[in-house]
Structure formats: structure tokens, C-alpha cells
């Protein structure tokens, strides 16, 4: 299965096809996960790099590469274990700036809180860069909800459990 390595800006660098194993989990209430344990070399120390990002054609999640450790053995050589985050989990960077009320569609005020404080927060230095929503799928679940201070992705989550 291939590995397409994106940069920061999400413009595909590298495309990885041989590794010893990826653990990529996919979960429902929270942020998925993945680990990929691949041989070190130094076009893979060079694409493989904490903030770059990685994504299979067959599925739908992008995950962030957020940790790198080097394994050396003797016997088998230098190996990277990297491991992240699925993007959602850039909503547990963010607070609800400002007090946020939502009466009404699920769907509707969860756009509005990563919009608010996400792709077009009030204070410019609050975006996160190439951060945007797909299409809403038209959930009509109604909720009633108050935040301020809270962690986006808490909020999120709270309001798709409930």
C-alpha cells in the first residue's frame, strides 16, 4: 500500500511503498493514530519529518507526523519508528475564543465553532494554514449548547456524542 509523504503546505513530496509495518487506526469519538516502522536512509530522514504529513488513497483521514525515534540494531540497521495524529486533532489546539452559543443544528454550529476559531478566527494568528471543512453531509440531530474557554475538539466531541 502506498504512502503519499505531504509537506506543510499539503503538496505531495514522496510517495513510500516499502516499510516493515503501518498500524493505522481510524476511530470514531476521537483523533485516529498510526505508526509506520520503516528503514532509516537518508531520503526517508528527509521526508519523514515531524509536521509533514501522510495519506493512503483508501481512506478518507490525513494523519500528521508528530513524533520520530531512530531504532539501531546491530544485526537488522537503523530503523524510524513515526508516529501522529489523524488532523483532527488540530481542533485540540484551539479554544472557543469567544463565548459561542449554539441552538439549533449539530452539523451547522460545529462548522461555525472550527470556522470561528479555526480557518477564520478574528485574530489572524489563530488560523491554522490550509485548514478547510468538506461538504456538510446534513445531519439534522439539534443541540443546545455553551462554550467559552473550552477545547475545540472537546466541544466537537461532546456535541457528536450527545
Known amino acids: 500500500m502506498d504512502l503519499y509523504i505531504l509537506n506543510k503546505s499539503l503538496t505531495p513530496i514522496a510517495v513510500v511503498d516499502s516499510y ?3 498500524i493505522w487506526t ?3 469519538y476521537t483523533n485516529g493514530d498510526f505508526e509506520i516502522y520503516i528503514p532509516a536512509s537518508v531520503s526517508i530522514l528527509n521526508i519523514m519529518t515531524q509536521g509533514n504529513y501522510i495519506k493512503r488513497l483508501d481512506d478518507d483521514r490525513v494523519m500528521m507526523i508528530e513524533r520520530i525515534q531512530i531504532q539501531t540494531d546491530v544485526e537488522l540497521g537503523n530503523f524510524l519508528i513515526c508516529s ?3 488532523v ?3 481542533c485540540k489546539r484551539r479554544i472557543v475564543w469567544k463565548q459561542t452559543n449554539i441552538n439549533g443544528n449539530a452539523e451547522t454550529g460545529i462548522r461555525r465553532l472550527v470556522n470561528e476559531n479555526i480557518i477564520s ?3 489572524e494568528k489563530r488560523k491554522i494554514p490550509n485548514f478547510t471543512l468538506g461538504k456538510a453531509k446534513g445531519f439534522t440531530e439539534k443541540i ?3 462554550s467559552t474557554g473550552d477545547i475545540v475538539e472537546e466541544v466537537i ?3 457528536c456524542k450527545s
Open 20 to 22: 516493515e509495518s503501518l
Open 26 to 28: 481510524k476511530r470514531y
Open 84 to 86: 501522529g495524529r489523524s
Open 88 to 90: 483532527e486533532a488540530l
Open 121 to 123: 478566527p478574528s485574530i
Open 144 to 146: 443546545e449548547i455553551q
Open 157 to 159: 466531541s461532546t456535541i
